[in-house]
């Protein structure tokens, strides 16, 4: 198959950045394509916690938040693997949501607004020439288009295919594995997002909608090598071990069975262009999960995009100026978010450091904010 169209713009991947920007250019009237390898809804490793920076935008491109009963956060713990906790106020706070729900939605709100929306549809190569790109999909279609954007998170085939650096430097640094369940059973405080350090890893709790908790964590691989590459068992030896995790991990059934897991996930810095193709979300930069909002950095970068997007294709501005000012903006809006997320990462799992760090804390109150505020971005 052949798609004679000449699309305006292609994004490659159906998270929150890529289908965010995908309804932004839908609602400007441009013809975007879409391609996500999966096929809505399904349920993704993520902790759904959406900082409230976003909500205005969210509103604003459609997404009627209003009318949805979500859970809303004000609360904050974080306890060291000894157990040692910090509660204080999230002064901005956030929603839960789930990303079945989420994701599914953008989705069907950018083809209502005439995006074109290909799931279940991978895409295997993307080549820029003559001032255009060709994508060829694993079903043996190609598609064109003047502008393509990568919004393929964390880790995916295209990495390779574009021989982006970061990958050299990943093969060397420490990897982690990340986990998630909806748990239900157990009587976790409204309100509140909990934090819980273990040996190597953190896990976070909060409210979704249907009176479940998420659990998402993160772990270095090694603690998964250690137990046998056993989830079960590397829960109870190294998670549980947690005085203030064990009752929720213990008490709680798990909705979703078996857990999802992904791996080979790094966080080394990465390039927002490749090959003349615009990064956005996790492709651009993945922040430490637990120690910042990757959603809101994705949703952030599609919207720091979109205009820049419009003034090239209404020629406006070169595509040279195109990737220099998208490269600027991401970098000043972006890259201290992401560096202080490498650095808060740093310290989560250490057990001494936390240990010092909350008992510091709990006597400095005023750093504690600061720590939240670097974590959390402004409205947009
Ligand atoms: C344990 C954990 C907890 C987290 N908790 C939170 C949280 O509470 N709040 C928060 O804000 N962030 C959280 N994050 C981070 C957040 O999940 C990510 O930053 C966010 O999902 C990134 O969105 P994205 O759109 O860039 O990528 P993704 O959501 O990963 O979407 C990328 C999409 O691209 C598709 N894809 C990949 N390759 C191809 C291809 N070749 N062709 C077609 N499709 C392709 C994939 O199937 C995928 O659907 C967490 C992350 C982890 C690991």
Same mark, same amino acid.
């Given at each position: 198959?052949?798609?004679?169209?000449?699309?305006?713009?292609?994004?490659?991947?159906?998270?929150?950045?890529?289908?965010?920007?995908?309804?932004?250019?839908?609602?400007?009237? /441009? /013809?975007?394509?879409?391609?996500?390898?999966?096929?809505?809804?399904?349920?993704?490793?993520?902790?759904?916690?959406?900082?409230?920076?976003?909500?205005?935008?969210?509103? $604003?491109?459609?997404?009627?938040?209003?009318?949805?009963?979500?859970?809303?956060?004000?609360?904050?713990?974080?306890?060291?693997?000894?157990?040692?906790?910090?509660? &204080?106020?999230?002064?901005?706070?956030?929603?839960?949501?789930? /990303?079945?729900?989420?994701?599914?939605?953008?989705?069907?709100?950018?083809?209502?607004?005439?995006?074109?929306?290909?799931?279940?549809?991978?895409?295997?190569?993307?080549?820029?020439?003559?001032?255009?790109?060709?994508?060829? #999909?694993?079903?043996?279609?190609?598609?064109?288009?003047?502008?393509?954007?990568?919004? +393929?998170?964390?880790?995916?085939?295209?990495?390779?295919?574009?021989?982006?650096?970061?990958?050299?430097?990943?093969?060397?640094?420490?990897?982690?594995?990340?986990?998630?369940?909806?748990?239900?059973?157990? %009587?976790?405080?409204?309100?509140?997002?909990?934090?819980?350090?273990?040996?190597?890893?953190?896990?976070?709790?909060?409210?979704?909608?249907?009176?479940?908790?998420?659990?998402?964590?993160?772990?270095?691989?090694?603690?998964? /090598?250690? &137990?046998?590459?056993?989830?079960?068992?590397?829960?109870?030896?190294?998670?549980?071990?947690?005085?203030?995790?064990?009752?929720?991990?213990?008490?709680?059934?798990?909705?979703?069975?078996?857990?999802?897991?992904?791996?080979?996930?790094?966080?080394?810095?990465?390039?927002?262009?490749?090959?003349?193709?615009?990064?956005?979300?996790?492709?651009?930069?993945?922040?430490?999960?637990?120690?910042?909002?990757?959603?809101?950095?994705?949703?952030?970068?599609?919207?720091?995009?979109?205009?820049?997007?419009? %003034?090239?294709? %209404?020629?406006?501005?070169?595509?040279?100026?195109?990737?220099?000012?998208? #490269?600027?903006? +991401?970098?000043?809006?972006?890259?201290?978010?992401?560096?202080?997320? $490498?650095?808060? &990462?740093?310290?989560?799992?250490?057990? +001494?450091?936390?240990?010092?760090?909350?008992?510091?804390?709990?006597?400095?109150?005023?750093?504690?904010?600061?720590?939240?505020?670097?974590? &959390?971005?402004?409205?947009?």
């Amino acid at each position: 198959m052949h798609d004679d169209v000449i699309y305006d713009c292609a994004i490659i991947g159906g998270g929150v950045a890529g289908l965010t920007l995908a309804l932004q250019l839908a609602r400007a009237g /441009r /013809r975007v394509v879409l391609f996500e390898k999966e096929i809505y809804p399904f349920h993704r490793v993520c902790g759904e916690y959406i900082s409230m920076e976003n909500h205005d935008f969210l509103c $604003r491109i459609g997404v009627p938040l209003a009318g949805m009963n979500l859970p809303v956060m004000t609360q904050f713990t974080v306890s060291s693997p000894s157990g040692e906790a910090l509660h &204080h106020k999230l002064d901005i706070g956030g929603i839960g949501i789930t /990303r079945y729900v989420l994701d599914q939605l953008l989705a069907r709100l950018a083809t209502e607004h005439g995006a074109t929306i290909c799931e279940g549809t991978k895409v295997t190569d993307v080549v820029f020439a003559n001032e255009q790109f060709t994508l060829s #999909t694993a079903h043996g279609a190609t598609y064109r288009a003047r502008l393509a954007c990568g919004a +393929w998170g964390k880790h995916a085939n295209l990495d390779s295919k574009l021989h982006r650096p970061f990958l050299e430097d990943s093969r060397k640094g420490r990897q982690f594995v990340a986990v998630k369940y909806h748990l239900t059973g157990i %009587d976790f405080p409204a309100a509140t997002v909990e934090m819980h350090n273990f040996k190597d890893g953190y896990c976070g709790l909060s409210p979704v909608p249907g009176g479940l908790t998420n659990c998402s964590y993160i772990s270095d691989v090694r603690n998964l /090598r250690a &137990h046998g590459n056993s989830v079960a068992e590397m829960e109870r030896q190294v998670l549980m071990q947690n005085p203030l995790l064990r009752p929720y991990l213990e008490e709680a059934q798990r909705v979703a069975n078996p857990p999802i897991v992904i791996s080979q996930i790094t966080f080394r810095e990465r390039s927002t262009i490749d090959s003349h193709v615009l990064m956005l979300g996790d492709a651009a930069g993945t922040i430490a999960p637990l120690a910042g909002n990757g959603m809101s950095m994705g949703m952030n970068a599609s919207a720091l995009l979109h205009p820049l997007l419009l %003034d090239f294709l %209404d020629g406006r501005i070169s595509r040279a100026e195109l990737e220099q000012q998208y #490269t600027r903006a +991401w970098r000043g809006l972006l890259s201290l978010r992401i560096t202080a997320g $490498r650095l808060i &990462h740093q310290v989560f799992g250490q057990p +001494w450091l936390t240990t010092a760090g909350i008992r510091v804390l709990r006597k400095l109150p005023f750093m504690t904010d600061i720590i939240l505020g670097l974590t &959390h971005g402004k409205p947009y």
